[in-house]
RNA sequence: GGCGACGUAGCCAAGUGGUAAGGCAGAGGUCUGCAAAACCUCCAUCACGGGUUCGAAUCCCGUCGUCGCCUCCA
């Protein structure tokens, strides 16, 4: 059974094949660098990055292109209100973004093309596009003439028809016709431009990814991602450009995600954006939380639903993750044959079966999550009964694997650092004492304090071991 | 107005024709000096109204509601 996955333009779900075998060209449109990435960035990130990882585990090798929309508008403005240099203003949240990306253990892309590097193929293929009749100049702009393109709104399911009738769109002299988008916007006074065959400029915002696919994966990709916000006008556009050049089939799996809902405080849902000033920023989550909360709160949802934002949310994840880690957590048990066993790799294998038909199911994170769980319990239920030695660690291992494939690290919170291990050591053998002399409200309160500093204490016929909580 | 997605328990949600996964929260229990953790048990007839079918949360029609896009946006 291939990976069945949704297509956004035929809108229906489709088995997965891709143009060569086990080779996944995919595309997915990075941000426009002109301020700090927020979660609904990383939410679109970690959709992408959970497909790709899912892809490499199915046996596909990917490779995985990235842009940086490093030159437009919102950067020129954004630099000249801070009185300095687009391209360093650019550069600055291009650092942000790797950061944040090797933050939330999102893999890296297997390459990051940006507008301005990828200039001289963006020239040829406006170049082409006019000669083959698709494009005009006029007044140091070139425009995309809609018209030429007879499939024009497959993507996003309008016609140009409807679309004219719509009065929002402002018409413009020099366009011929209200619809057509620009190729090349000619530089005003002071705004950075490349030379090009039409005076000074630079590149409309889509025709940079269309140059950029073409130049790293060529004419014809398997997937294009990016937020469902994009689809129309920018991925109707790429198509446009592409086709119209190329004449070969721009991309075969157009795979969009939703976009993140904030839940204000009286319970209305919108859109986080900065207009709405309700923005949460990557940095801003992960000074809170582990970068898995995020993820685990992407994979809960359908990565094309709108995920829905809140403090609960984010409480409800987070006891997620502790339940998640609880597996990990060692065994004293010895027993490793006999039914508890044999019940436990039975468990495990029948997980990874359930997983891989949720995530052959168009990704489906929240199946996946909960075939994770069903490992949860199979090993503490072993754990419970004994079980120990080679086959535990050995579920433990699969489990871990699993929760990789789905970018979960799973990793202790060593807040208060590593230093402080003895010293915990050392109030527990105090508090160890205090119970055998059965002086009960002294050992409560060494308990209670620790608490209080985030360390959690758990007692068991073994002994007591502790972890990092929530102070 | 047009296009698209969606509406399953208090919350997040699985489910794509055969009598509702999982998680969080909640209740009871085992264990514990107590607590925590773990484990066990309990907790829904699927927005509404029609229709198709032996049988529908699942297919069709309609209604209501939510969200996104139609202008820059992951």
Redo the contacts with the bound molecule.
Sequence with gaps: MPI?LYNTQS?T?EPFETLEPNQVKMYV????VYDKAHI??G??ALVFDIIRRYLQYRGYDVTHVQNF?DVDD?IINRANAENRDPIALAEEYINDWHRHVADLNILPATAYPRATTTMSQIIDLISTLIERGNAYAADGDVYFRVRTDEDYGKL???SID??RS?A??APDERKDDPLD?ALWKGAKPGEPAWDSPWGGGRPG?HIECSAMILQELGPSIDIHG?????????HENEIAQSECATEQTFVRYWIH?????MRSASG??????KSLGNLVTIDNFLAEHPADVLRLMVL???Y?????YDA??V??NE??L??LM?ALRPSNGTTSDGAAVESLTGAIAEARQKFEA?MD??F?G??A??AL??M??AI??A??AGVGGQPFTEAQARFREIAGVLGLELKEQARGGEEAGPFIELLIKLRADL?KAKQ?AL??QV?NELTALGV??????QGTTWRWGKA
């Design positions: 069945q809108g779900l449109c990075g941000p426009t609904g960035h939410m679109s929309t919102k996003s399911h309008r409807a679309m719509g929002r769109i988008f915002w990016g937020g469902n916000d994009l689809i129309f006008p920018h995600n939703g976009m993140l809902q209305e849902l919108e859109k986080m954006s809960a949802s359908p094309r639903a709108p995920l829905m609960g949310v409480a409800e006891r997620k502790e339940r609880s949720a199911n168009d489906n929240a199946g999550t909960a769980f069903d949860v319990k503490n239920t754990r419970d119970r009960y050992a409560d308990r959690i204490l758990e007692d068991s016929a």
